[in-house]
């Protein structure tokens, strides 16, 4: 992955203050060639405002932020070579067409961007309402349109922010496939979302983001395996079985949850869970790995930093 | 990857799109907004209105330069037009637009989408501003065309008798009108200029809009307040009037050269505070 050039993004001690606000506070980022990299976090976490300096919209207040080794503070425009995308969502002039707007971003790109329009708008499904008013467009165009935006420049490096946001489920299906697919080709992706299940489904290295921080960065794998896989089981009676689980090696965190229990427990030991309930005369209706979502891994993450006990792992071990 | 992405960034240098690319686009754009069409078609119906005005009265403007003359001869239309012009309809059609260029793209939210291309910042500023300058030069084109051609229709293309009594033929009295609204572009420009700064700090189209017409009026109230006389030679307003050097035998330069300096002095440092805030800002909205 490393050849000694710079990585497509590096950003360090990144510091943005509005006020008295701290909305990003001391970032550091480093996506390699070839990541599809998640930029994880909740609304307002400050991805938008990170993915801003990154992109030089914004001034840092702290720290600088290079793309493949350019500081697009000190080098402009130069800077945004090779590097595509858009920030919140993709806006464009609404009194011109799909065609027009795009004509005209190829122009500010210059190279052979405009040639790229029409292969673009095929890649997004937009050829046969290109040459219809932006101003008429459905979100779900408009985020397309900016992906044909963003592709017209034969990015090294996409940024994408929250590109499934305000989809219907189809939209963000095609989305995701979408991405995928450019990621296949090679492109580098920064993918910033607020779904954990879209993260999973995409990338392979994340940083998670709360109130301006970084709380992990590393792989998806690693963090999947520090935290601890949880499981959901449902019994015929679920006060014997809490006892018993809660006795049982290898399981633990075990609480009502729902209509059932909710345990942190590995492969072996949730295997292991089921015959000795089968044994104590339970029967067992759903005994299944519980997709973690954001909520959760935040829960596991800072109770990690608070007691270190059960496998969740702070920041910097994991890392490490 | 990595070794055939280089050479190809190294060429995408190369072909870095130049301003001039990005000032065609610029106006491209004013010519797909309806705003841009108020404007011109107010440049265009004034002159019609005042011509139709002058066809269905007797009477006429006779205390204005120029003003006795306006039947005598189509080329005196133009210039009692300028006069009128000036009070609010040039600065507000100058404003329109110079007041909305920068704000439509916060507006928009388009400022991310053309700042995160192959351009640089101080390209975009500097291509707002040569297509704001040539959409006033467009509207003054127009309206002092308009003025001429339909005047000169109805009322004939007759020599035209300067400010100092004496009379000058068609051609040279054509050559002088165009001297003169070059004369008149400079305060335009200067108004273009303030409009441009406004657009660039409000963010605000109607802002800036309105704040550079104000400033245009409170600039004219100032000039007619006698106890201020010392202020009237230094103020945008005056310099809308210094066309009429050109129309007196012989020529008198000093309002022209005065125009010059004093519309410099508003517009230099207004474009040159708007290029650092528009270069710096940081883009937050959209």
């Not at chain 1, 990541?35 to 990170?50: I, M, Q, R, S, W």
């Not at chain 1, 004509?103 to 890649?123: K, N, P, Y």
């Not at chain 1, 006990?309 to 920041?315: D, F, S, W």
Request: contains cysteine; proline residues 4%.
């Amino acid at each position: 992955m490393s050849d000694g050039a710079p990585p497509p993004i590096e950003a360090r001690g990144l510091v943005k203050r509005y006020g008295h606000v701290t909305a990003v506070d001391d970032v550091d980022l480093t996506v390699d060639r070839g990541d599809v990299y998640g930029f994880l976090g909740p609304n307002g976490a400050g991805k938008t405002t990170t993915l801003r300096m990154l992109l030089g919209l914004i001034r840092p207040d702290a720290g600088a932020a290079r793309l493949f080794g350019r500081d697009p503070l000190v080098q402009g425009a130069a800077a945004l070579d090779g590097v595509a995308g858009f920030v919140e969502a993709p806006r464009y002039y609404p009194y011109l067409s799909g065609r027009r707007n795009l004509e005209l971003v190829a122009a500010l790109d210059g190279g052979g961007a405009r040639e790229r329009i029409d292969a673009a708008l095929d890649t997004v499904e937009l050829a046969d309402r290109a040459g219809d008013k932006v101003g008429g467009y459905s979100h779900g165009m408009r985020q397309r349109l900016g992906i044909a935006g963003a592709l017209i420049r034969d990015p090294a490096l996409l940024i994408l922010d929250e590109p499934t946001t305000g989809l219907d489920p189809a939209g963000m299906r095609d989305m995701r496939h979408l991405v995928r697919r450019l990621a296949g080709q090679g492109i580098t992706v920064l993918l910033s979302s607020h779904i954990m299940a879209e993260v999973e489904e995409l990338c392979d290295r994340l940083a998670i983001v709360r109130s301006g921080r970084v709380i992990y960065e590393g792989r998806l794998d690693e963090l999947l395996h520090s935290t601890g896989q949880r499981y959901r089981l449902r019994t015929t009676d679920d006060r014997r079985a809490l006892e018993i689980a809660t006795h049982q090696p290898g399981v633990g965190e075990v609480r009502t949850e729902g209509d059932g229990l909710s345990l942190a427990a590995d492969e072996d030991a949730a295997a292991g869970l089921s015959i000795v309930l089968v044994e104590a005369g339970l029967g067992i209706r759903a005994l299944m790995p519980a997709a973690a979502s954001l909520e959760e891994l935040f829960f596991r993450l800072t109770e990690g930093d608070t007691n270190g006990a059960n496998g969740a792992a702070p920041r910097k071990e994991v890392v490490a | 990857m990595t070794a055939a992405a280089l050479p190809a960034r190294a060429a995408a240098a190369a072909r870095r799109p130049g301003t001039w690319t990005v000032y065609k686009w610029e106006l491209l754009k004013l010519r797909a907004q309806k705003r841009t069409y108020l404007g011109l078609g107010a440049a265009v119906v004034v002159p019609c209105i005042f011509i139709v005005a002058l066809m269905v009265e007797t009477g006429g403007p006779d205390r204005v330069p120029f003003g006795r003359y306006v039947r005598e001869t189509g080329l005196a239309i133009p210039l009692v037009l300028l006069l009128f012009g000036s009070i609010w309809l040039f600065p507000l059609i100058v404003s329109l637009v110079a007041g909305d260029i920068v704000a439509a793209e916060d507006r928009n939210g388009t400022m991310k989408t053309i700042l995160t291309r192959s351009v640089e910042r101080h390209q975009i500023f500097v291509a707002k501003v040569a297509a704001a300058f040539t959409y006033a030069f467009v509207a003054l084109l127009l309206f002092a065309g308009v003025a001429a051609v339909f005047g000169g229709l109805r009322f004939g293309f007759n020599p035209l008798t300067t400010l100092s009594g004496n009379t000058v033929g068609v051609g040279h009295g054509l050559v002088l009108t165009a001297g003169a609204l070059g004369a008149y572009l400079m305060p335009v420009l200067a108004v273009a200029s303030i409009a441009l700064l406004l657009s660039t700090i409000t963010r605000n189209s109607a802002a800036a809009i309105v704040g550079a017409l104000m400033i245009s009026l409170v600039m004219q109230l100032l000039g007619i307040i006698s106890g201020l006389d010392f202020l009237r030679p230094y103020l945008l307003s005056t310099q809308f009037d210094s066309w009429q050097g050109l129309l007196r035998d012989p020529i008198d330069w000093d309002p022209i050269i005065r125009a010059a300096w004093v519309c410099a002095a508003y517009a230099v440092p207004s474009l040159l505070a708007a290029l650092t805030v528009f270069v710096r800002r940081d883009v937050t909205g959209g």
